[in-house]
């Protein structure tokens, strides 16, 4: 059987969020006893909450949903690249020495260890260059392990820019802290929210 990785951070009351955005909760509206056979409960997410995909509406008006975005960006094979440390901004320089022969999807990791008990506010991002010359050499999707591939206090956001203009897919606020660089296969599939900007997922990485 292929080993896998799961990339997900675990999603519950205490995860960090973007500040200003909506923290997980949870409610019982049914509980097992005399009447009732099953639990059921309501949950309230930011749907950028955990391990998540992007939707091109996050950061174009006239972008698609995520239930309109087409899957085969988010499945096939990956390559993780280690950046650890390389400061506010992974740049081209960070990523040359895994550059040779990139399958269409590569995921960075910036992180020695995520933060899942707080939000970074100095989380590493990616240049906006980088991502051009990721798209450059044919690569579809890019994910990271930090919250965001734009710094914090963005307010122009552009590497997500860069992520319209070429039409590329992103995946944010992976968990890579136990994936050694190399080759995978990866399954990361949004859900199929017609009118939402972002989509959670359960993102795992299969060896090949």
Same mark, same amino acid.
């Given at each position: 059987?292929?080993?896998?990785? $799961?990339? %997900?951070? %675990?999603?519950?009351?205490?995860?960090?969020?973007?500040?200003?955005? &909506?923290?997980?909760?949870?409610?019982?509206?049914?509980?097992?006893?005399? !009447?009732?056979?099953?639990?059921?409960?309501?949950? +309230?997410?930011?749907?950028?909450?955990?391990?998540? #995909? $992007?939707?091109? =509406?996050?950061?174009?008006?006239?972008?698609?949903?995520?239930?309109?975005?087409?899957?085969?960006?988010?499945?096939?094979?990956?390559?993780?690249?280690?950046?650890?440390?390389?400061?506010?901004?992974?740049?081209?320089?960070?990523?040359?020495?895994?550059?040779?022969?990139?399958?269409?999807?590569?995921?960075? /990791?910036?992180?020695?260890?995520?933060?899942?008990? /707080?939000?970074?506010? &100095?989380?590493?991002?990616? #240049?906006?260059? &980088?991502?051009?010359?990721?798209?450059? /050499? !044919?690569?579809? =999707?890019?994910?990271?392990?930090?919250? %965001?591939?734009?710094?914090?206090?963005?307010? +122009?956001? $552009?590497?997500?820019?860069?992520?319209?203009?070429?039409?590329?897919?992103?995946?944010?606020? =992976?968990?890579?802290?136990?994936?050694?660089?190399?080759?995978?296969?990866?399954?990361? =599939?949004?859900?199929?929210? *017609? *009118?939402?900007?972002?989509?959670?997922?359960?993102?795992?990485? /299969?060896?090949?």
């Amino acid at each position: 059987m292929k080993k896998l990785w $799961d990339i %997900s951070p %675990s999603i519950d009351a205490l995860s960090p969020v973007f500040p200003g955005d &909506t923290a997980y909760s949870q409610r019982w509206v049914a509980s097992i006893g005399p !009447g009732c056979p099953v639990n059921v409960s309501a949950i +309230t997410l930011s749907p950028h909450m955990g391990a998540h #995909a $992007d939707a091109p =509406l996050h950061y174009d008006p006239a972008g698609a949903a995520i239930g309109a975005v087409d899957l085969q960006a988010f499945i096939g094979p990956c390559r993780v690249i280690h950046a650890i440390g390389c400061g506010p901004l992974v740049k081209p320089e960070h990523l040359a020495h895994a550059m040779n022969g990139l399958p269409p999807r590569v995921l960075v /990791r910036v992180y020695q260890r995520m933060p899942q008990d /707080r939000f970074d506010h &100095t989380l590493p991002a990616f #240049a906006p260059e &980088t991502v051009a010359l990721l798209a450059d /050499r !044919g690569v579809v =999707l890019v994910g990271i392990d930090s919250a %965001s591939v734009d710094p914090a206090d963005s307010k +122009t956001l $552009d590497s997500h820019q860069v992520l319209r203009q070429r039409g590329l897919r992103v995946l944010e606020n =992976l968990l890579l802290d136990e994936v050694p660089e190399g080759d995978y296969e990866l399954i990361a =599939l949004p859900l199929k929210l *017609t *009118t939402a900007d972002a989509s959670p997922v359960r993102a795992v990485l /299969r060896e090949l």
